[in-house]
């Protein structure tokens, strides 16, 4: 691993120590912990390149408490890019000290596309016999509690849909005149958890006369394998989306779940090592859009219905540091008629899930998530809009656990009603 520890030494020499990413690194916040900021963990891993630390299970431990929510490298005054080094960080100490099995396991499951699919198909008809529904109604609860998962018998999550996204749809989604065609990148919450909000991102685009091819042979974007330093996976998921979405030369790839979006755009620049695919990917990644930065890049449509209701906008972190997506969500939800917006308290900070964080730590996500529910819950709004399927599902459990009444959907969905297609 020296080659690595000497690309570390080109980030790991910009610290200056100023500490400015303890001041918007939620995870010290609740954990108030010098060692879990970038600043802290900068200095760990300065010390690994010096030969002065190994890469021990303990400091493996300490490399997860963090969400990868880039709120530390997009303020960090000496551009030191925090978020790409945690990443290489965690693969180093996958490859040094293993994954849990659990782990493993999953990924590997990953990239058996049909035995996936074909697993979560079957695991919907029986979710009952593990969960059952939660208080509210608005999720599922464990009966008991499954800590490889993740899950105690509190945390408030989706139920897998009974018609997946890929089945409900036809792969071809034709129009009378098409203006363009795109492929639409539902990843796996898209398809298997949240169909309707994929739904209505299809008829959104149908809408303004663009062709939608749903690839049925797509992979899931590896996210989960990637950030835990599984690059094996990550990888072998990464090249197998690149050629696949490469190979149907789409003029726009479209993506409505911001971890898959920024995945694709530009963390897979870290992941691809075949030079061939590398080249596919540069060109693709310039393609790669999210529903709202599109639609807005087509112009939104002037003759909206009214949608009345109170609604404020929370940032996935992968949206708007990820894929610079920001201005886009609020300009479409803004421009309807009968939507009372309200800005909430710090709507890009992480609301907590961070992927496999809130399953390793929940206890601290919750607290994160909680100062968001109070920001968002401080507005007033009714409904809750968002752009990424973990922050809905996390969100979601926080509503539901204080007993609020508020909604979270994707924002695709307001626009589909604003545009009549609910
Ligand atoms: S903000 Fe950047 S330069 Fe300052 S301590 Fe953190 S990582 Fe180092
Ligand atoms: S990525 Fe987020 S959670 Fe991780 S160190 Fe940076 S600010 Fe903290």
Redesign the pocket.
Known sequence: MEHKYEEWQQQLVKCIRCGT?RS?????QVADNEN???RG?VKLLEAVSEGKLTLTTELQARMS?????????AGCPSGVK??EL?LSARRALAVENGLPLAKRLAFTGLTYRKLFDLGLKIGSLFQGIVFKDAPDGRGKVARIPLPGAGLGQRRIIPPLATKPLRSRLPEINKVASPKARVAFYTGCMLNYVYPDAGEAIVKILKAHDVEVIIPAKQSCCGTPAFTSGDYQVGRYLAEENVKLLAAGKYDSIITGCASCGAALKHEYGAIIEDPEVKQLWEELSKKIKDITEFVVSRGIKQDLREVRAKITYHDP?HLVRGMGVSKEPRQLLQAIPGVNYAEMKDAAK?CGA?GT?SMAHYDISRTINDWKLDNAEETGATILATGCSACRMHITDGLGQRGSHMKVVHTAEIIAKAYGLD
């Open positions: 990413c918007v690194c939620p995870v010290f879990t900021t970038a963990k408490k963090c969400l990868l929510c880039k709120a530390c490298a925090t978020d945690f972190c992480c961070g964080f």
